[in-house]
């Protein structure tokens, strides 16, 4: 009830004392203002701020509303700002897709033997965040077990139980491929026997359903058939790695950790140029390599030659021979994604 | 107790303000979230509060469309709730974001506003009409009152109307924006909005019959036992349709047992050691179930004492259910078969129970100053008397 | 209402403590002389080195010693020259790296024959039944795995009897090591065809047609003297694989995925 008082003595003269409201509203400022110098303080660093981000580059237009100009001086931006960065010439393409180009890639799971050397090799070439906090791999191999044949007790469990369906088979060890990938398997050397591999990366699809659902454009589809990321745009909603039947996109949880000395200079604007902390990427069919006519990181990685990449429109490139006499499929194609990139096997 | 209550908010707002310091400085690493299970905490509680926001309409929706006059005086206090709720909601989704300092991207003219093909914006648009529909019509009927000017029936109840069907449809999308997606088999069946509308509506009303009964209790406004029967049998009436429809998603699912259903599997029984949502499920099976049954008894509904503790039943039941039981589970196992579990971070925790607390201060000074214009306690005349910010606290006071 | 003059100082502090953090450039040198394989371990060996400023010829991986990526696909490579048959890619650039300079490297052919067989090549022998090389075991570590063509081939089938840093084809004509596709597409017809279409096998370089590739040889990736691999039967030697990705946060390890097989009735192993 006091409270009441001090309430009604404030009536009077509202001018000079300090009501509760204020000092609570002050000391609510001083708590706030000290817990934020504590917490600069105390507050892991990340690896490399991207400090030098200027106002310009902030308030840039999406990359493909861009006149010419702005373009160029995105990119300057962006030069300058890596070249400081890292301690090299960095050079930041952008070039845009070749006239009569349209991506497709063939993967050879026959001769897959799951070294994972396309997945470093990606790494190596795209300026991934890397080490133990946040590592980022745009490819991910998955193990297939080709299933065991010579189970003990396989053969009574029948599904339902006990109804007299209880051979022919086992419905809770089925025969054959086993159909959960492992994705972390560790092997002393590969092919193994009893395993084959499926490496999975972003599938370029003709329907991408990520980019229907972004909700600001900042992922699309460019003429080659590139699914790319105007990193500079995209607001970090992750809604397209919801949407993703093939979990290609990843994420960039905190700064990007990526040491001077491992980093590629030759970037592309929409490709391998240095991420910065809150936006999705994945992989762009190298296009800071492709655009100048030159294969993937993976492609050319690959030491049994799984991979091929082509131009589709072209009759002759490698992906049109493959489509022309191997036997492809392409994965989840139940959903009408119309993925680019083919499996084969020969 | 005003002020101990609004001092132990402010304790969680600034942990919230911390939290989202950390969180904006060093990225959303901080979190507990992966590329794995990359929505999590933030967004579960974000598509549980658009329910509780869209179940403001339970109360409008019986006082006008079946001119149940005991709630007419009491929608208003329906409308606070869901104002807090969307800025509950607004919150949790800049908490959500990976460049919130990108918000800007999305408007149109001066961003891109990728609508009509990203649910997203669709999203976007019911949320902020929501809101904007609730503030006109609740802060129009407040100023008339305040004024003590007649309410234009015309304008107003257009608006009232118009809220009702459209407090349906920010659910709606907020379920179809998890259920368009057919790389997350668990959310991708055309039930998620009934589900969700259900459940929201079981939820909602539970939320608002514990606000009345305080309201009734700490102020002098009185409710009529009328309206918290018509609550509780709207909540036991959404609850039971809720119930069954998971009855069926899990007949549904389990009975032939797919790839698909690996996400329920895991929600309810683990994985290979792997359970870390197991009690979520069953204790919120329990507290549906256990309310639901509870609340057929009509004497036991119709019980005011008993029925606020059953009600917190509903509504922490059904939060563990749509947030642990339906958001996390939906990404796990990832489209291409991996499992990983996810726990929040203590960061997320201060932001959430944050984000809770500004929605409950909201709410606070929101029916505080509502319940004061309607009780006539606060009035124009008396406007030269006091500044702004003393009202609220006098209405209390005298 | 409130005075903001307590902030400032505050406010001061913080934006004090955020500048005085400086980004740690990270030094802009290269493993210089660092050795990996291209293809087959101990046969494809190469040195990085820097070839422009800030790119070297290529990356190794830290892990397994193998190449990661080709700075210059080019490098040190030679013209493959002409196909023996029409085909479209015979107006594409096509090189090949040589192997010939490091056939007799240590040039111990003179000495080999001066030392053991009087200044004489062996003679050829009678027996035309194909057998291990029993002899030079050093040179050929697996020799008495040879078992190309189950037994049906031997040495002198594919190198010249006299000029050992040749190959030969069933002409008696020399075949260069930079180009054993020649000898090996022979028998291996099919193999040989797909090669050529550029499905079987690896090239690297431009993708584009009429663009230059350099092209992998037979022997860069298959190794003729152990085709059997032991009990594998295959004709590709096993590799190291790289590591596995780290663990998602919140995981500590992966054994719900190495499961005993698939369990549908949800018990947990």
């Known amino acids: 009830m006091s409270k009441l008082n001090n309430k009604q003595n404030n009536k009077n003269s509202p001018a000079e004392e300090v009501t509760r409201r204020d000092f609570l509203r002050k000391a609510g400022a001083y708590s706030a203002a000290s817990l934020t110098g504590a917490a600069m303080l105390l507050s892991p660093k990340p690896a490399r701020a991207t400090k030098n981000v200027t106002w310009a580059e902030h308030f840039q237009k999406n990359y493909r509303l861009m006149t010419d100009e702005e373009k160029k001086e995105a990119i300057d931006r962006l030069v300058k700002r890596y070249s400081e960065e890292f301690g090299k010439t960095v050079t930041v393409d952008d070039a845009p897709a070749m006239d009569g180009v349209l991506f497709g890639y063939a993967l050879n799971i026959q001769k897959c033997i799951g070294c994972r050397r396309c997945v470093k090799a990606c790494v190596a070439e795209n300026n991934q965040s890397r080490g133990d906090k946040q590592q980022i791999e745009w490819i991910r191999v998955m193990r297939l077990e080709k299933g065991k044949f010579s189970e003990k007790d396989r053969d009574d469990g029948g599904y339902p139980q006990d109804f007299g369906i209880q051979v022919g088979g086992n419905a809770y060890k089925p025969a054959g491929v086993v159909l959960e990938g492992q994705h972390y398997y560790e092997a002393d050397k590969v092919p193994e026997k009893d395993a084959f591999y499926l490496p999975m990366q972003c599938m370029q699809c003709e329907k991408p359903p990520c980019v229907k659902v972004c909700p600001v454009r900042t992922t699309y589809r460019d003429p080659d058939g590139i699914v790319v990321i105007d990193y500079n745009w995209c607001i970090g909603c992750r809604m397209c790695i919801g949407a993703c039947p093939y979990w290609a996109r990843r994420f960039n949880w905190g700064e990007p950790d990526l040491p001077a000395e491992e980093m590629n200079p030759k970037t592309h604007y929409l490709g391998n140029r240095p991420r910065m902390k809150g936006v999705v990427e994945k992989c762009t069919f190298c296009v800071q390599r492709t655009r100048k006519g030159r294969w993937t990181g993976c492609v050319e990685v690959c030491p049994v030659g799984a991979r091929k990449l082509g131009n589709l429109l072209d009759p002759e490139s490698d992906v049109r021979k493959i489509l022309a006499t191997k036997k492809v499929f392409r994965l989840r194609a139940d959903l009408n994604t119309y993925p680019k990139f083919f499996y084969f096997m020969d | 107790m005003f002020w101990g209550w609004m001092l132990f908010l402010a304790f969680f707002i600034m942990l919230w303000g911390y939290g989202e310091y950390v969180q904006l400085a060093n990225g959303m690493i901080v979190t507990g979230l992966n590329d794995q299970v990359s929505w999590g905490f933030y967004l579960a509680n974000f598509v549980f509060m658009v329910g509780v926001a869209a179940a403001a309409v339970t109360v409008v929706f019986p006082a006008y469309v079946y001119k149940h006059q005991e709630l007419h005086k009491i929608v208003v206090l329906g409308e606070m709730l869901a104002i807090a709720a969307v800025v509950m909601c607004l919150l949790f989704v800049t908490a959500h974001m990976g460049r919130p300092d990108r918000l800007w991207h999305i408007f149109p003219v001066i961003g891109i506003f990728n609508w009509p093909n990203a649910m997203l914006t669709w999203d976007v648009l019911v949320l902020t009409g929501y809101l904007a529909l609730n503030i006109i019509g609740g802060f129009y009927y407040l100023y008339k009152k305040y004024t003590g000017k007649p309410v234009n029936k015309l304008f107003y109840l257009s608006v009232v109307y118009i809220a009702i069907v459209w407090a349906l449809s920010i659910h709606t999308v907020t379920a179809f924006l998890i259920n368009t997606m057919p790389a997350r088999p668990m959310w991708f069946h055309s039930m998620m909005p009934i589900k969700f509308i259900t459940t929201a509506f079981a939820a909602g009303p539970s939320l608002i019959i514990i606000v009345f009964l305080l309201v009734r209790k700490f102020t002098p406004m009185k409710i009529a036992d009328e309206a918290f029967h018509i609550l509780s049998q709207i909540v036991v009436w959404c609850l039971g349709i809720a119930l069954f429809l998971t009855l069926s998603e899990i007949v549904t699912e389990l009975y032939p047992s797919t790839e698909h259903s690996m996400g329920l599997k895991y929600l309810m029984f683990g994985h290979h050691g792997l359970n870390a949502l197991v009690p979520f499920f069953w204790t919120a099976m329990a507290l549906m179930i256990g309310s639901f049954i509870l609340l057929l008894i009509p004497r036991v509904r119709k019980n005011l004492l008993l029925l606020p503790f059953i009600c917190l039943a509903v509504f922490v039941g059904i939060y563990i259910e749509k947030g642990m039981g339906l958001m996390i589970p939906g990404v796990i196992p990832t489209p291409i078969g991996e499992f990983a579990e996810y726990t929040p971070s203590n960061i997320e925790f201060m932001i959430v129970g944050g984000v809770w607390a500004i929605g409950f201060f909201v709410l606070t000074v929101l029916i505080k100053g509502a319940v004061g214009i309607m009780l006539g306690d606060v009035r124009y005349e008396e406007k030269a008397r006091r500044n702004v910010q003393g009202e609220q606290a006098d209405a209390v006071a005298t | ?269």
Not at chain 3, 42 to 71: A, Y
Not at chain 3, 113 to 125: D, K, Q, R
Request: hydrophobic share 30%; glycine share 10%; net charge positive.
């Open chain 3, 1 to 269: 209402m409130i005075s903001y003059r307590v902030f400032a100082p505050f406010m001061g502090l913080c934006l004090l403590t955020a500048a005085s953090t400086n980004p740690v450039f990270g030094e802009a040198g290269q493993d210089e002389g660092k050795e990996c394989f291209e293809s087959r371990k101990g046969l494809s060996q190469v040195q990085q080195r820097e070839i422009k400023p800030g790119v070297t010829n290529v990356k190794c991986s830290p892990t397994t010693g193998g190449v990661l990526f080709w700075g210059d696909p080019f490098d040190g490579t030679i013209p493959m020259g002409d196909m023996p048959v029409k085909a479209d890619y015979s107006h594409e650039e096509a090189v090949v790296k040589p192997r010939e300079p490091q056939i007799d490297r240590n040039k111990l052919l003179t000495i080999c024959s001066m030392a053991c067989h009087n200044g004489e090549y062996v003679p050829y022998p009678e027996n035309k039944l194909a057998r291990p090389l029993t002899m030079h075991k050093d040179i050929v570590p697996d020799a008495m795995q040879l078992k190309h063509g189950k037994e049906a081939i031997w040495c002198l089938d594919c190198h010249h009897a006299a000029t050992r840093t040749k190959l030969i084809d069933n002409y008696g004509n020399e075949i260069s090591f930079n180009q054993p596709q020649k000898l090996c597409g022979k028998c291996h017809g099919q193999v040989y065809r797909s090669w050529r279409n550029g499905i079987h096998g690896k090239r690297i370089g431009m993708w584009n047609k009429g663009g230059k590739k350099r092209w992998w040889v037979c022997t860069e990736c298959h190794n003729p003297h152990d085709v059997q691999q032991g009990e594998r039967n295959s004709g590709f030697a096993q590799l190291n694989p790289e590591p596995a990705p780290i663990l998602p946060k919140g995981m500590t390890n992966a054994n719900h995925e190495r499961g005993h097989g698939q369990d549908h009735d949800g018990t947990t192993h």
